[in-house]
């Protein structure tokens, strides 16, 4: 439909204008060829460097992605396109169940789209959003927002600072929830989603910070075995605040003996000191480990070997 190529640069007015009048014709030619279209990916935002048509550009192309958008429509990702209020009222008439949204505008378009979804999204990421919207997605005016049937939720590159004075979830939003990944800050002031989900979690990724690690400790999620059903766990530290006053030792045990049926690890970031004497001491060797991964975690090539070893089923390790 357009060229890549051409995207870095400014649109002329006759490229624009030339763009502008094909569009209705691309969705007649979408809607005969994919008259139940199911997924629906927007993937580079060209409007926004559109030049002196962007407004124009901007309501016609959202006008070709309405036109696109069916009743069988249960996909839709959109990584860069800034969604309006008018594409944003298309989505709601239909239950979707797997939604990627890269925060662009007004959050509060992207917020009541996930909403009106509540009861039918699968799996839902977010990206670019400030923490305190994602705080504000688990919530009612009065109660907990509840999504019944959410079995993914990936957060990625938030921003802001955790408002521990907001009000906060008062039951577990995500009921049903197997995976759960969170790149950067943990965006709640309370770990009720990690507590109340720690029998079904089956995959799960966590960025240690200080807020995090105070509050894990302090309900009891650090404890071995917490998380009986995970197979698969990454963890990561922010900053040099979180290594100097939070034990990296504990993290790593943690991580490696979080759950009983544990198969993969990856531990990013986790400075450990006293390696024999605080750690392979107090370690246990999980029988079902299969990957273990430690990027930027330093171990001299002796405790190395000695790590390796004591899992006897390892087949796959990064050190």
Known sequence: ??????????????????????????????????????????????????????????????????GVIGQNTRCFCSTSFRISARLAHSLHEIPLYDLTLWYRGDSNVYNELIQRNALSLRKLCIRDSALLDIVKLTLTQTDTMIYPQLRQLIIDSCSGLINLDHRQPSTNPFPALHRFVCNGRFPFATPIVL?????????????FDMHLARMLDTWRLLEFH????LRSISVGSLGSDFERRVSGNKVFLWAVNASPVICSVSITGVKLKNFEQDVLQNLVFSRTLHELHMPRVFLPIKDSLRLIRGFENLVNATL
């Open 1 to 66: 439909m357009y060229d890549s190529k051409m995207s870095r640069e400014p649109l002329t007015e006759m490229q624009a204008e030339l763009l502008f009048r094909n569009l209705g014709a691309y969705v007649d030619v979408f809607q005969r060829l994919f008259p139940n279209v199911k997924n629906i990916g927007v993937c580079r935002n060209f409007v926004s460097n559109s030049g002196i048509m962007q407004k124009q550009l901007e309501s016609a192309f959202t006008s070709m992605l309405q």
């Open 226 to 229: 917490t998380f009986r059903n």
């Open 195 to 207: 507590s109340a989900n720690c029998a079904q979690l089956t995959a799960l990724h966590l960025d």
